[in-house]
């Protein structure tokens, strides 16, 4: 009888591993995944910026996967988790399962799977194949989960149709809780489950099971290493232990269609006193087929499942169409069922996104073209002061292009730069966004440009808002107010002129009016003097003014001819002589002959004013030098007082229009402060220089060299 008994056994095994062997390659088919369903991920490089993303808005791919599979969970109670995972392992949907409550993953709960084994294993698949793993614990976040969850996956890699690339995975975790459970309870004796190493994945001792995961380091082969002989290129093995007094049968059960290298070992075990009694024999047979079946039947339902996954991906791959600007994208069913009115709503959808989509791009072709046509330069920075915005008039002001500058930090592109002191002058734009209000350029500011040239700009800087109110960023909006400042520059010009004209023609009016009022010849005559010699300083003050004006228009050219300097000088010392003597300044010239090609109009006004200036402001008894001799450069003309000096903290205003020195009488000593301007500027148009070395109260020296030949 036990001859017969083992026969029995052997064949039941035999039968049920061949019938889930066969199971299984009849489905394989279900789990083709790139067969059966498109692609699953769009082409997102051409993606504008600006435009609609599901990686930016991932709301709607996870509305459309989490329906279906929250329904899915549904109707499957054993289903753990139902997941999609993209190529670089981050989980892009994820249902949970937990005592009943099913609930689909917030996008901050989404993990990183990527060193996960069936992650890879399903990743190397090929279209066509499924992936199911062995019977492990479930891990989350690197650690197995508390308490302890069986957990079997069935997963199959998803490929994009048009470059054929991997794309991603689906994945279902099944709880193998009831299916362990079944397989110990359905028979009489003890049931092991074990992997292909000989790991516990069932033990009647629980403290053994998933003994290679928890690290207690129990073993099948360890405590039985006969059955790896019994097994050695065995399907099933039937064994009579005399010693231990009890029947061993086991059989391989080969779970991973796409690795037939892969199964689990079932092994029953019954006492002898159980073998010899039919009714207990009969019962041990029954569990046997009992968990083979239950093993089919979730094999099984997870392949039916297939058949809701699929138009699942065709809605995954539509939205990844749409992310990439294929707005036509529509899905065609014929479905009534849930399925299908989720398909209908994805094309309304995809309908609106279109309309909007339209007039987003409208509006901000409006918007674009309003900031391009704005003559002043407009550019925005985000919080770490990276330029995210450029308009064309920040490239006609600076010199840099759109191109250039995107992305590059503001303070290397945009120098604002202090008149005063020559340091940077970025304040408005802190206060804008430290304080959230609008802050102005500080006057008398330059910009440098690309090329190092400066011009005057002027303007704000304003914060930038998110939708919460929280400062993002600044704008940054300047302009070129180089005709401002000249006019106002031309207004203040005005002003001082006026003001110097007013007090010769008002002592000019004064005189004539005494003269009116007098009888006597002699005083008559002296008070009409007076107002001659003040209308004479009106005029020249008039005339100085039209060669200024003449100056800033840019309208003054120089003239060249061949002039003996000797000769020019000599005509200049003819009408200050009197001026030297009434003030009783002594007045030379030590001359070497020199010969030039310049223009004689500009040079002696030069020299003229020059020599007026230092025979001005030399005191009484003093002396005026004016030394011509020539050098490897050019003619030198050196003219050189003992009078007042220049104070040495106003040395750099002395060529300025309408300086004078602080050190001076003005209301006594006759001037406009246009001279010397004059001169360092017709100097600078024959192509000279014009310096001096000065002491207070000690004289001054004023040097004009002129080149050879101006013309060059």
Do not use: C
């Not at 009078?643 to 060529?655: D, N, R, S, T």
């Amino acid at each position: 009888m036990e001859e017969g008994l083992f026969m029995e056994v052997q064949s039941h095994l035999r039968h049920g591993s061949e019938q889930l062997d066969h199971d299984i390659a009849e489905n394989v088919e279900l789990i083709s995944f790139s067969s059966v369903y498109p692609s699953v991920l769009g082409v997102l490089e051409s993606l504008a910026p600006g435009e609609v993303s599901l990686e930016e808005n991932p709301e709607t791919l996870t509305q459309l996967a989490g329906s279906v599979f929250l329904s899915l969970a549904e109707s499957h109670p054993d289903f753990d988790q139902l997941r999609y995972i993209d190529e670089t392992g981050q989980e892009i949907v994820r249902v949970n399962v937990d005592d009943g409550i099913i609930s689909l993953a917030p996008q901050d709960e989404l993990q990183q799977k990527m060193d996960r084994y069936y992650f890879h294993e399903t990743m190397r698949l090929n279209p066509g194949d499924a992936y199911v793993s062995t019977l492990d614990l479930n891990e989350e976040l690197g650690a197995v989960e508390v308490p302890h969850l069986p957990t079997i996956r069935f997963a199959a890699p998803v490929f994009d149709l048009v470059d054929k690339s991997r794309r991603g995975i689906v994945v279902v975790n099944l709880n193998a809780t009831s299916l362990l459970h079944g397989v110990s309870e359905a028979h009489v004796g003890e049931s092991y489950l074990v992997d292909q190493d000989g790991n516990y994945l069932l033990n009647p001792d629980h403290n053994k099971t998933f003994s290679n995961q928890l690290g207690t380091g129990f073993n099948y082969f360890f405590d039985h290493p006969e059955a790896v002989k019994e097994l050695q290129g065995q399907i099933s093995a039937q064994v009579h232990d005399e010693e231990d007094r009890e029947l061993r049968s086991s059989s391989k059960i080969f779970y991973n269609p796409s690795d037939p290298e892969k199964y689990w070992i079932l092994i029953y075990v019954v006492g002898e006193d159980e073998l010899f009694a039919p009714v207990n024999y009969l019962l041990f047979l029954a569990g046997l087929i009992t968990a083979s079946a239950v093993l089919i039947v979730v094999l099984l339902s997870f392949f039916l499942a297939r058949s809701i996954t699929g138009p699942l991906l065709s809605l995954i791959s539509s939205s990844r169409q749409i992310a990439a600007g294929n707005y036509d994208q529509k899905i065609e069913t014929k479905r009534k069922d849930e399925i299908g009115k989720l398909a209908d709503s994805f094309n309304v959808m995809a309908g609106n996104v279109k309309k909007a989509y339209g007039e987003v791009s409208q509006e901000k072709d409006k918007i674009q073209t309003l900031l391009e046509s704005i003559g002043d330069g407009v550019v925005a920075i985000d919080r770490s002061w990276n330029i995210i915005l450029w308009n064309q008039g920040a490239s006609e002001l600076t010199g840099y292009t759109a191109k250039e500058v995107k992305g590059k930090p503001f303070r290397e592109i945009v120098k604002f730069v202090r008149e005063r002191d020559r340091k940077e002058s970025i304040n408005f734009i802190e206060h804008a966004m430290v304080t959230g209000e609008t802050g102005y350029l500080e006057n008398h500011t330059v910009l440098v440009k690309k090329d190092g040239n400066e011009i005057p700009v002027g303007d704000s800087a304003a914060p930038i808002r998110d939708p919460k109110g929280k400062i993002v960023g600044a704008i940054v909006v300047f302009r070129d107010v180089s005709k401002q400042r000249e006019s106002q520059r031309l207004k203040s010009d005005f002003a001082y002129a006026s003001h110097q004209l007013r007090t010769p023609v008002s002592k000019a009016l004064w005189n004539v009016e005494n003269a009116l009022d007098q009888e006597d010849r002699p005083e008559i005559k002296e008070s009409i003097k007076l107002a001659y010699n003040s209308l004479e300083s009106t005029a020249k003050l008039v005339s100085k003014l039209v060669a200024v004006s003449e100056i800033d228009q840019g309208t003054k050219v120089s003239k060249p001819k061949k002039i003996k300097i000797g000769d020019l000088v000599e005509g200049i010392t003819k009408k200050v002589k009197a001026q030297a003597k009434e003030q009783g300044v002594h007045l030379s010239v030590e001359s070497t002959p020199v010969t030039v090609n310049t223009d004689p109009s500009l040079l002696e006004t030069a020299i003229f004013e020059v020599l007026e200036n230092a025979i001005t402001y030399s005191r009484e008894g003093g002396n005026v030098t004016l030394k011509i001799s020539e050098s490897s450069k050019g003619a030198l003309i050196e003219i050189e007082d003992s009078g007042l000096g220049i104070p040495e903290k106003e040395q750099a205003l002395i060529f300025t229009k309408f300086f004078r020195g602080s050190n001076i009488d003005t209301t006594e000593t006759v001037g406009a402060g246009l001279g010397l301007f004059m001169a360092s500027e017709y100097v600078k148009l024959l192509g000279g220089k014009l310096w001096f070395d000065s002491k207070e109260n000690k004289g001054t020296t004023f040097s004009i060299l002129i080149p050879f030949d101006s013309s060059d």
